[in-house]
């Protein structure tokens, strides 16, 4: 093991570039199976139903106050990362601290930044939300350089209507309802996609949400080590490879 | 109105739980495959390549900048192209993001294209992009890894991409009409210029001193490193593309 938890490549099997070839190859088969079983997945994930929201939440942006409908910018589709940051719960346990967001979150925005304005061109809308007040978010944002839209969901319903945000009390038991069943979800704030879409008459429905390791593939940074020769290698621990970007010199 | 179907929380959260089962068969599928990608055998690297980098002349092991493994993604920008492939960029503007993270984590994603380094620098700071780019000009490496081919074998009509023969011919043949026209266009070149380079990505291990070829991808098998089809399969619409929708980042107000 070396400083960063990274294993040691070792014994590798070496080969001719034929007998390579003829691995790859083989291979590749089993690669197109699963591109086809991916696309599948999301021809499956668009015939799911929608639920209309009713509920009329209200952000606070870097502009005031939006309304949800107003965070798709003029857009049909909204996609919210929910991004684990609250100021009043920051302690030395939880991934986030009092003026900075959780540093997983951190990870997967570094991720998306510069993709969002091609999703703006495919008729999508990126924004994060978290509970944090907007100045903490403005802050922190500007520290990391990011130029998405952060708005603060502070005490509405909404962290808690979609499953990132849990009481106290829940924390505390050891139970609460997260990734669509009930389990420990270990801190008060937790990660997750939610998707939205609003008709013409101006009507808006949830259409998606996924949570823990269903976010995996939105990082495109697992997609590139999982072509790595030492894959994700994270020796079971997980996230704790992983810094601030502009924390790995500390 | 929308036509889509709509439910109420009870219904949607069932058809919700019964699509997570296909979802999470997904990721345990994709975990079993990235086991069996690094099991891989590899080839040892005998030949030696030469690249222009920022910080002058390197070889492959060079490129690895003092870690172990090197991503080098297969970026189209040839010596005649007046800019780099929109849809490499695309792809770059993700990968920019990624690469502090993979730095720290025994990863060298590096770019390589045929163009000389000079417009390789003036592209990347154009795009505002931070990732290191090495130009292979003058060197087989983009050839061997099937990311580049010859005037000749495009005019022998067929060469390997993607670990079979495909055929140059119907790509050439479309002119200035179709996708591939279109994208030649945007590099500032005629179609068999354009397709002289091709986008992939390929994995190296150094292991005392030695580079090992450890994986190579191409076409589809590059989509999960394209960020914003991922985000896209979450969207309601989908990728929702007829053609080439997608420009470099400060070319979208540009029409």
């Not at chain 1, 952060?150 to 106290?168: E, H, I, L, M, P």
């Not at chain 1, 979800?185 to 939205?196: A, D, Q």
């Not at chain 2, 005998?46 to 980098?53: N, S």
């Not at chain 2, 011919?169 to 026209?181: D, I, T, Y």
Request: some cysteine; aromatic content about 12%.
């Amino acid at each position: 093991m070396t400083h960063d938890g990274a294993s040691v490549l070792t014994n590798h099997p070496v080969v001719s570039h034929e007998e390579w070839l003829a691995a790859r190859t083989a291979f590749l088969a089993r690669e197109k199976e699963f591109t086809r079983l991916r696309d599948q997945v999301s021809e499956e994930r668009r015939r799911l139903p929608w639920e209309a929201v009713t509920k009329a939440y209200v952000f606070e942006g870097p502009s005031g106050k939006r309304t949800l409908a107003e965070l798709f910018e003029g857009r049909s589709q909204l996609v919210v990362y929910h991004a684990m940051f609250d100021p009043r719960t920051a302690s030395p346990s939880t991934s986030w601290t009092k003026d900075a967001a959780c540093h997983a979150c951190s990870f997967w925005a570094d991720n998306f930044n510069g993709i969002i304005v091609h999703l703006n061109h495919r008729d999508v809308t990126l924004v994060v939300v978290s509970r944090a007040p907007h100045a903490a978010l403005a802050a922190y944002q500007k520290r990391m350089g990011w130029t998405f839209t952060w708005v603060s969901s502070g005490d509405t319903d909404f962290n808690r209507d979609y499953q990132v945000s849990f009481t106290a009390e829940e924390v505390a038991k050891k139970r609460a309802y997260y990734n669509y069943t009930m389990q420990d979800p270990s801190l008060s704030e937790r990660e997750g996609v939610s998707v939205f879409y609003k008709d013409p008459a101006g009507r808006v429905f949830h259409t998606y949400s996924a949570y823990a390791r269903g976010i995996d593939l939105l990082n495109a940074t697992y997609n590139y080590l999982d072509l790595a020769p030492k894959g994700r290698d994270e020796g079971g621990r997980g996230l704790d490879w992983v810094r601030r970007h502009d924390e790995y010199d500390r | 109105m929308t036509k889509h179907m709509t439910g109420t929380r009870k219904q949607w959260l069932a058809a919700r739980r019964e699509l997570l089962e296909a979802e999470k068969e997904l990721t345990r599928r994709g975990d079993e495959l990235a086991q069996r990608r690094q099991e891989l055998p590899w080839v040892r690297i005998d030949k030696e390549y030469r690249f222009e980098t920022d910080e002058g002349s390197a070889s492959l092991a060079d490129l690895f900048r003092g870690r172990s493994q090197l991503l080098v993604y297969h970026f189209m920008f040839g010596p005649d192209y007046t800019a780099g492939c929109p849809s490499c960029s695309a792809i770059a503007d993700g990968f920019n993001g990624s690469v502090v993270h993979l730095a720290n984590h025994d990863v060298t994603l590096a770019a390589v294209s045929r163009a000389p380094i000079a417009k390789l620098r003036a592209f990347k700071r154009r795009m505002g992009w931070s990732f290191p780019w090495a130009s292979s000009l003058g060197s087989d490496f983009n050839y061997d890894f099937q990311a580049a081919y010859t005037e000749e074998q495009q005019r022998s009509g067929v060469a390997d991409y993607n670990f079979r023969p495909q055929g140059f011919g119907p790509s050439l043949e479309a002119g200035k009409e179709g996708p591939v026209g279109e994208l030649a266009a945007m590099v500032g070149t005629d179609s068999a210029t354009y397709t002289r380079e091709a986008p992939g990505m390929s994995a190296f291990a150094l292991e005392d001193g030695v580079v090992y070829h450890t994986y190579s991808a191409y076409a589809r098998g590059l989509d999960g490193l394209w960020g914003m089809y991922q985000w896209l399969d979450r969207a309601p619409k989908g990728r929702n593309e007829t053609g080439i929708w997608w420009r470099r980042h400060d070319e979208y107000d540009k029409g």
